[in-house]
């Protein structure tokens, strides 16, 4: 079974607009991280932001927000005041714990969504 | 700046050959990772490193292989048994922390 769903393949956005990309996750582990990155053409990843399972606010990082819905279990981006700059590829990805508060498992990651921004 | 450095950001392989691609980190991490990137499938784990001289496959670790004898780099070959080698390779480290994995630029290798 898919752990990390992005069912939004690709999404157009007018500039200046705010745009919502999707993420549900799947998981039994208590203790988790999500986290969104970024893809642009050239293909190196860039890290956007983080939620824990445990934090008790919603994660902003200057024109990005995730809305954490962990009993609906999605952690969808926001991203406010949309520019040409943010065209690319975003994934969402899941981090288990392991239990004992220790060590975590390994990122996994969704299939993607290309966001495209119109001018 | 501290950071990964993948290499060769292209690279071309004839079928049957051997080929390594390098990553190498200068941030101290202690754990490094391989990914494979295909259009429309998101990135799969390879191989990953958590100290080293110790590695362990992830999901798609047929037809590759991996070393960890120095802390900074974590070389990947991609052997001829891998049958469908032409994809976007990234190489990523990390420390257990919020944030996440730093990703190296990436090799794109073809089969020709």
């Known amino acids: 079974a898919q752990k990390i769903t992005q069912t939004q393949p690709g999404m157009f956005v007018q500039e200046k607009e705010a745009v919502t990309l999707d993420c549900t996750y799947d998981?039994?582990?208590?203790?988790?991280?999500l986290f969104w990155y970024k893809q642009p053409s050239s293909g190196e990843m860039i890290f956007l932001i983080y939620?824990?399972?445990?934090?008790?606010q919603n994660a902003t990082e200057g024109r990005y927000s995730l809305n954490f819905q962990k009993a609906r279990k999605s952690a969808n981006l926001v991203i406010s005041a949309s520019q040409l700059g943010d065209s690319a590829m975003y994934f969402c990805?899941?981090?288990?714990?392991?239990?004992?508060?220790?060590?975590?498992?390994?990122?996994?990651f969704g299939k993607g969504t290309k966001l495209s921004v119109k001018p | 700046d501290g950071g990964i450095t993948q290499s060769p950001k292209y690279l071309f392989r004839k079928e049957g050959q051997n080929v390594t691609l390098s990553c190498e980190q200068n941030l101290n991490h202690d754990a490094m990772y391989w990914y494979r990137q295909d259009p429309g499938q998101g990135l799969r784990l390879i191989y990953y490193s958590q100290i080293v001289n110790d590695f362990q496959k992830g999901d798609i670790a047929e037809g590759y292989s991996v070393s960890r004898e120095k802390k900074e780099s974590f070389p990947l070959t991609v052997t001829s048994a891998q049958k469908n080698p032409t994809a976007f390779y990234l190489c990523?480290?990390?420390?257990?922390?919020?944030?996440?994995?730093?990703f190296g630029s990436g090799t794109r290798l073809t089969v020709v």
């Open positions: 998981t039994s582990d208590p203790s988790y991280g």
């Open positions: 939620q824990g399972s445990y934090d008790q």
């Open positions: 990523a480290s990390s420390i257990p922390g919020r944030d996440g994995y730093t």
């Open positions: 990805a899941m981090r288990e714990g392991r239990g004992d508060g220790g060590s975590q498992g390994n990122l996994i």
